[in-house]
């Protein structure tokens, strides 16, 4: 994979199995809270006020639907620029900034269902959502710099 | 002769203005799954920080669990911890 830095945004080229890879993201976050005791829920919705049930449930019903909101905008977004990513892509900065919330979520995502908590917890990962966790920073990894350079 | 009557005194609520007046701390708290250069990253675009001070807090956060990014009325610090929060960082609010 590699990331360009264009004056107007980024230039992505990813080979085929990775914009496929990547194309399941939103059907995957969209499952988020649709089972019981989602632990993938819990970790989407941590608390803001650790010593104030009270005003952390006004804080989630007046902000909660609209970071669900913006998250779902976000979700959309991915889904339109793999949807034209035959040869390469290039996207704005907004965009990439919206590719990187949504990797986030999904690593996020994934790692709650594999019960990782702590750093040490990585030792106890199959070696497949090991890979898919790998795969999805060196994405974040390569938007990142190429943001930054 | 007669006096006009004199308006109740209503006491200031002096806990209401104190809330309003106080400053509140923006938390962020470390997990093992976001990178640091996703965090340091976060923290540069929201807040400004320059590239050194984002690296610095989100070492801070890597290494203590927690760092405080941010501090303000507390309706600013609501609205840090809605961006933080949507960019899959967990920040908490505390006085």
Partial sequence: ?149 | MTTSPRAPVIEPDVEDHTDLDEIWKVVVWNDPVNLVSYVAWVLRSLFGHSKEEAMKLTMQVHNEGRAIVNDGPREQAEMDCYRLHQHGLWATMET
């Fill in chain 1, 1 to 149: 994979m590699t990331v360009e830095r264009r004056p107007d945004g980024l230039r992505l080229e990813m080979p085929d199995w990775m914009v496929g890879f990547l194309s399941d993201i939103p059907e995957l976050l969209a499952t988020v809270g649709t089972v019981d005791a989602d632990p993938a829920a819990d970790r989407l919705a941590v608390p803001v006020y650790l010593d104030d049930a009270e005003a952390n449930e006004d804080w989630w019903r007046w902000m909660g639907g609209e970071l669900a909101e913006s998250k779902a905008a976000d979700r959309s977004a991915f889904t339109e620029i793999l949807a034209g990513a035959e040869a390469g892509i290039d996207i704005s900065q907004l965009e990439a900034y919206a590719m990187l919330r949504v990797l986030t979520e999904t690593r996020l995502v994934i790692a709650a269902r594999a019960g990782l908590e702590i750093e040490a917890d990585y030792e106890t990962l199959d070696e497949h959502t090991l890979a898919v966790l790998n795969t999805l920073a060196l994405v974040q990894e390569s938007l990142i710099e190429a943001l930054g350079s």
